[in-house]
């Protein structure tokens, strides 16, 4: 059973399918144009039409099958998708020759969409289109001051559509109407970390059997879930983790500490030298990328050949990979993630991955039940390429020692002013710049270091994280004290867009 979100190109539509799954309803997202049939094969419960870039009656606007509407299925039509309800069933959408973007309230509201809200609700608007006319026998369920259709419903009430956005944060009261709508739809809500648990346990059990897994280890929250998945379920496994040499400091003790005592079967490979051999000399920041995951292949293979035979190998796919990915979903490939399009065919193994359908908050509850310590579930993310991908030009065994150690102190200040969880990222950057400076009575040319810290909720986009000046100035005076080599250390403030979280 599920909230089938029909994705018309709206910019929340991820943000959707997290707010139900937070309602304890399982969701899952499907292009905007898919055939019943498709949508059928999820067994919904109710369906969820997303916002969208276009106007419904553009030429070549992207339409949902019109049987989506004669299927008896509860429909929530947001923004985008409440134009389309209000067209199919013979309703008027015009133009308003302007964008209306930002903060609104309702004045008026009916139904159990606002059971229990109040009089008056801060809504979050984002649309240049309104509706003009009611379809035959619907009402209106909400107003704004200047828009008397900020929400409708069907004559049986079944079908919904609002103007607002309920998904962000920005309606405070969003997720409370989203419960309601599913409510109303009669959706189980039965989508809980302990529920979801006994159930990758079970269908873990089940593909698996008695045959052995093979999973590449990161360090990270995605692949730490993962293997413990993989020992709770009593898998016969091996957890493989290549140190390529451009780990954060005490990464590969710490991940050895925290897995091996809670079962996971670890086997570790120090191929530092390897990859640095093969990065000697290289500055290009793709021709790195492709580099390291050669390597990373070449080790990976020989490591499998020397403890196998394997059947499957185990990866910590997520679900916005698959939806990035044009994972069996026909959305939009917006970029090849290295988990799910990256390796190569003729590994020779059966792919399991049971952490496709969650978002990375849902892979955190679940690490929490498993035992994962807060060290490694709750920390920023890490790039596969690791720390060759923060030194902007050659990367160099002491080029390396220098951005490891700047980073560490940086975390480690972020730490101490308990600031570490007020950015999503954190990190250091070694520049190619080296600027001059005075140390003693002596004047000397050092590196500089660029700290980025920013805020994000899922990497799509994430603004720089505004941290205290006391803390950029421990930060700084650690970093040129305790590393002779930097003179200057500075601040990225930008954020994504236009720049990456990443430098390179």
Same mark, same amino acid.
């Given at each position: 059973?599920?909230?089938?979100?029909?994705?018309?190109?709206?910019?929340?539509?991820?943000?959707?399918?997290?707010?139900?799954?937070?309602?304890?309803?399982?969701?899952?997202?499907?292009?905007?144009?898919?055939?019943?049939?498709?949508?059928?094969?999820?067994?919904?419960?109710?369906?969820?039409?997303?916002?969208?870039?276009?106007?419904?009656?553009?030429?070549?606007?992207?339409?949902?099958?019109?049987?989506?509407?004669?299927?008896?299925?509860?429909?929530?039509?947001?923004?985008?998708?409440?134009?389309?309800?209000?067209?199919?069933?013979?309703?008027?959408?015009?133009?308003?020759?302007?964008?209306?973007?930002?903060?609104?309230?309702?004045?008026?509201?009916?139904?159990?969409?606002?059971?229990?809200?109040?009089?008056?609700?801060?809504?979050?608007?984002?649309?240049?289109?309104?509706?003009?006319?009611?379809?035959?026998?619907?009402?209106?369920?909400?107003?704004?001051?200047?828009?008397?259709?900020?929400?409708?419903?069907?004559?049986?009430?079944?079908?919904?559509?609002?103007?607002?956005?309920?998904?962000?944060?920005?309606?405070?009261?969003?997720?409370?109407?989203?419960?309601?709508?599913?409510?109303?739809?009669?959706?189980?809500?039965?989508?809980?970390?302990?529920?979801?648990?006994?159930?990758?346990?079970?269908?873990?059990?089940?593909?698996?059997?008695?045959?052995?897994?093979?999973?590449?280890?990161?360090?990270?929250?995605?692949?730490?879930?993962?293997?413990?998945?993989?020992?709770?379920?009593?898998?016969?496994?091996?957890?493989?983790?290549?140190?390529?040499?451009?780990?954060?400091?005490?990464?590969?003790?710490?991940?050895?500490?925290?897995?091996?005592?809670?079962?996971?079967?670890?086997?570790?490979?120090?191929?530092?030298?390897?990859? *640095? /051999?093969? &990065?000697? =000399?290289?500055? +290009?920041?793709?021709?790195? !990328?492709?580099?390291?995951?050669?390597?990373?292949? %070449? $080790?990976?293979?020989?490591?499998?050949?020397?403890?196998?035979?394997?059947?499957?190998?185990?990866?910590?796919?997520?679900?916005?990979?698959?939806?990035?990915?044009?994972?069996?979903?026909?959305?939009?490939?917006?970029?090849?993630?290295?988990?799910?399009?990256?390796?190569?065919?003729?590994?020779?193994?059966?792919?399991?991955?049971?952490?496709?359908?969650?978002?990375?908050?849902?892979?955190?509850? *679940? /690490?929490? &039940?498993? =035992?994962?310590? +807060?060290?490694?579930?709750? !920390?920023?993310?890490?790039?596969?390429?690791?720390? %060759? $991908?923060?030194?902007?030009?050659?990367?160099?065994?002491?080029?390396?020692?220098?951005?490891?150690?700047?980073?560490?102190?940086?975390?480690?200040?972020?730490?101490?002013?308990?600031?570490?969880?007020?950015?999503?990222?954190?990190?250091?950057?070694?520049?190619?710049?080296?600027?001059?400076?005075?140390?003693?009575?002596?004047?000397?040319?050092?590196?500089?270091?660029?700290?980025?810290?920013?805020?994000?909720?899922?990497?799509?986009?994430?603004?720089?994280?505004?941290?205290?000046?006391?803390?950029?100035?421990?930060?700084?005076?650690?970093?040129?004290?305790?590393?002779?080599?930097?003179?200057?250390?500075?601040?990225?403030?930008?954020?994504?867009?236009?720049?990456?979280?990443?430098?390179?």
């Amino acid at each position: 059973m599920s909230v089938v979100i029909l994705d018309f190109g709206s910019q929340y539509t991820r943000l959707i399918a997290r707010r139900i799954r937070e309602a304890q309803a399982y969701s899952v997202i499907l292009p905007g144009t898919a055939p019943l049939e498709r949508i059928r094969a999820e067994r919904p419960d109710a369906i969820v039409l997303s916002g969208g870039p276009r106007s419904v009656f553009e030429p070549g606007a992207p339409l949902a099958d019109p049987r989506v509407f004669d299927a008896g299925l509860p429909i929530l039509g947001i923004c985008y998708g409440m134009g389309l309800l209000v067209q199919h069933f013979g309703g008027r959408v015009l133009d308003l020759d302007r964008r209306s973007f930002g903060a609104d309230r309702l004045v008026r509201t009916d139904g159990p969409l606002f059971a229990g809200l109040g009089s008056e609700i801060p809504v979050w608007m984002s649309h240049s289109t309104a509706v003009a006319a009611l379809p035959e026998n619907w009402t209106s369920i909400a107003a704004t001051p200047a828009n008397p259709y900020a929400a409708v419903a069907s004559p049986d009430g079944r079908m919904i559509g609002v103007q607002f956005h309920p998904e962000v944060i920005h309606t405070p009261d969003g997720l409370a109407m989203l419960r309601g709508f599913l409510r109303l739809a009669g959706v189980p809500l039965d989508w809980t970390p302990e529920q979801t648990l006994e159930r990758l346990l079970a269908d873990v059990r089940d593909r698996a059997g008695t045959d052995r897994v093979l999973l590449g280890l990161s360090g990270g929250v995605d692949s730490s879930t993962l293997a413990l998945l993989l020992a709770r379920a009593g898998v016969d496994h091996l957890a493989i983790f290549v140190d390529h040499g451009m780990l954060r400091l005490h990464e590969r003790v710490n991940v050895e500490a925290a897995l091996r005592p809670l079962g996971v079967r670890l086997a570790t490979v120090d191929a530092s030298a390897q990859f *640095l /051999a093969a &990065l000697a =000399g290289v500055a +290009d920041p793709e021709t790195k !990328r492709k580099i390291i995951g050669r390597e990373f292949i %070449a $080790v990976f293979r020989r490591e499998a050949d020397r403890h196998g035979p394997f059947r499957f190998l185990a990866q910590g796919t997520l679900y916005p990979d698959v939806i990035e990915s044009a994972g069996g979903e026909g959305a939009a490939n917006i970029k090849s993630h290295h988990n799910v399009g990256g390796l190569p065919a003729d590994l020779g193994f059966e792919l399991l991955e049971p952490l496709r359908t969650l978002f990375k908050d849902e892979v955190r509850q *679940l /690490a929490e &039940l498993l =035992g994962l310590p +807060d060290a490694i579930r709750l !920390r920023h993310p890490f790039p596969g390429p690791g720390l %060759a $991908v923060r030194i902007l030009g050659d990367v160099t065994a002491e080029r390396l020692d220098l951005v490891r150690r700047a980073d560490a102190i940086f975390l480690e200040v972020l730490e101490a002013h308990g600031a570490y969880h007020d950015a999503w990222q954190a990190l250091a950057v070694l520049t190619p710049i080296r600027s001059v400076g005075v140390a003693g009575d002596d004047r000397r040319y050092g590196h500089v270091v660029a700290l980025r810290a920013v805020t994000s909720v899922d990497a799509m986009t994430a603004d720089w994280a505004r941290l205290p000046y006391d803390v950029l100035d421990e930060a700084a005076r650690r970093i040129t004290r305790e590393i002779p080599e930097v003179g200057r250390v500075v601040y990225d403030i930008t954020s994504k867009p236009p720049a990456t979280i990443e430098w390179e």
